[in-house]
């Protein structure tokens, strides 16, 4: 038995229509739930309110709900409110796929200007009353992994995206979607497994079009890039895919010039589109272009390393290195989504691996102490603790999602570790520098009397329990501080430090003494 197709979203987005055409075109049955409501209801959704309340209305849409909990090969066009609930919406995915339409408020209210059998339009200003329903949806609605935009959309295009879409998912798990503001702008990052595969379908239902440009590296280009390419010329983009050495070293200015060009000649205009396709130097590279090529083009990163899909894929923040430091030149420029398929984890390097494992451990230290307990027991539950470390990260980036305060309590173990990092002259993975970074500063917390006592030495035998270095070799100490005073986390020429006082609780902008912390560094130091 196939699932249920169930169409969501707000009013005017076409979720009758569509549903109804594909109904007819696959030879299924319809169920559109506000008919449904009526029928049992024996009245009209209007008189529902009217005479019953809007309370009254919701418990019948739970009911529906409850009526297509199992797979019936049944089209479903549901009420624009009918999953706000939690509980609707877990019913109804028991039973089908779940594609959210779309569209923008001008092009609903222009769908819905000779609407009259509206309870909720009900208003001497209906403009107002659809731009503030949306805004009070929105959260709900963008958390739909599946989405198709409609808006530029016939019937009969919407139609044929939708079930594109509904065929390539149909035997998909369902990933876990997290939604994250960014001001003006806002990004969708969906984590679950064999998404490359339905990377154009996604991308051109959410009305994406034009060239294509994948940059990637000589590591994974080799391993996904046809892949990712086919996947989108499917969909009618047209891919160029660019490669770049693999490696910190290309993450320059210059590799972003010579990128520029390859932009130019492959015919990437304003509205083309940039794919991320690798690691965090990627990610960080690729957005970097985007926000600067044409004065700023989308992007989506489809990060392929652990570090990159729990840590650096999240939160808009995009630069390239300079001979002095990491990052120091860079902007704010969010992907409009972040797609990351844990299958490209297989390929990984079991180093690159654990890596990321170290960025995992930091979020649990920041303000994760069940995550860090799960670490401490040696558990085992890859997804679980991948989702619980992007769910911190997108929390303190929801917070503070330019850097202005909380947000640089995810500078834990960063402002030792770029500088261990930068003087093994990257030899030390990004992860590698970090963990000990981690420990490092825990150590500067404990010493400063900020700390609890103990607090280092747990972080350190979970860093150890995960194959993780707890110390570094052969670096030079005063080269390690004077690279970290170019970090750009300074104040006013000094350092600021996050440190933690407890599992789950960080302090930010702490400032410590160079003495203090070349003392720990020390201690810290194994002789070769």
């Known amino acids: 038995m196939e699932p249920n197709l ?32 009526e029928e049992r209801a024996s009245k009209s959704v209007a008189a529902i309110f009217a005479e019953d309340g809007e309370d009254r209305f919701r418990a019948w849409e739970a009911e529906a709900c409850a009526a297509f909990c199992e797979p019936q090969e049944l089209i479903i066009a549901t009420g624009g409110w009918t999953l706000g609930p939690a ?40 403009d107002a009353r659809v731009r503030a329903l949306l805004k009070q949806r929105e959260a709900m609605y963008r958390s739909f992994a599946w989405q198709v935009d409609t808006t530029e959309m016939s019937p009969a295009e919407a139609m044929l995206h939708v079930m594109a879409v509904y065929g390539a998912i149909t035997n998909l798990v369902e990933p876990d979607t997290f939604e994250l503001p960014m001001h003006e702008r806002s990004m969708s990052i969906l984590l679950g497994a064999d998404l490359l595969d339905v990377l154009g379908v996604m991308l051109r239902a959410r009305g994406l079009r034009g060239n294509v440009a994948v940059v990637s590296d000589s590591n994974v280009a080799p391993v996904y890039g046809d892949r990712v390419a086919k996947s989108l010329a499917m969909s009618g983009f047209e891919p160029v895919l660019l490669r770049v050495p693999a490696g ?63 840590d650096a894929s999240i939160g808009g923040k995009v630069g390239v290195d300079l001979p002095s430091g990491k990052n ?42 069940e995550l860090f307990a799960m670490f401490e027991s040696g558990e085992t539950d890859l997804p679980e603790m991948m989702r619980r470390s992007i769910q911190v990260k997108v929390e303190v980036v929801r ?83 004077l690279l970290m005073r170019s970090d750009k986390k300074k104040q006013s020429g000094r350092l600021k430090y996050a440190l933690p006082r407890d599992i789950g609780d960080v302090v930010i902008c702490v400032d410590v003494k160079d003495d203090v912390v070349r003392e720990v560094l020390i201690e810290m130091k194994e002789q070769a």
């Open 399 to 481: 917070e503070d999602p330019f850097e202005q305060g909380r947000r640089a309590a995810l500078n834990l173990g960063h402002t030792i570790g770029h500088g261990l990092e930068t003087a093994s002259k990257f030899e030390l993975l990004h992860g590698e520098a970090i963990a000990i970074g981690t420990i490092a500063e825990a150590r500067v917390a404990e010493r400063i009397g900020l700390a609890r006592s103990g607090v280092a030495d747990r972080i350190e035998r979970v860093t150890e329990r995960v194959d993780l270095p707890a110390r570094f070799v052969d670096l030079d100490i005063d080269e390690i501080i």
């Open 6 to 37: 169930i169409l969501t979203g707000f009013m005017g987005t076409g979720k009758t229509t569509v549903g109804r055409a594909i109904a007819e075109r696959l030879k299924r049955p319809f169920i559109d739930t506000d008919a449904w409501i």
């Open 87 to 126: 509980k609707n919406r877990e019913v109804l995915e028991q039973g089908g796929r779940i594609i959210c339409l779309t569209a923008t408020p001008e092009k609903i209210i222009e769908r819905l200007s000779a609407a009259n059998d509206r309870p909720l339009l009900a208003s001497d200003d209906r």
């Open 248 to 310: 910190e070293a290309s993450k320059t200015l210059d590799t972003a010039s010579v990128l520029y060009e390859k932009l130019v000649e492959g015919g990437i205009e304003r509205s083309g589109l940039i794919i991320a396709l690798g690691g965090g130097m990627i990610g960080d590279l690729a957005g970097f272009v985007a926000a600067t090529y044409l004065r700023g083009v989308q992007w989506i990163d489809v990060p392929t390393s652990l570090l990159a899909m729990i």
């Open 328 to 369: 120091l030149v860079g902007a704010f420029h969010p992907p409009l989504m972040t797609i990351s398929d844990m299958t490209t984890l297989h390929s990984l390097p079991g180093r690159e691996f654990r890596s990321g494992l170290a960025e995992m451990i930091k979020a649990s230290v920041i303000a994760d102490v």
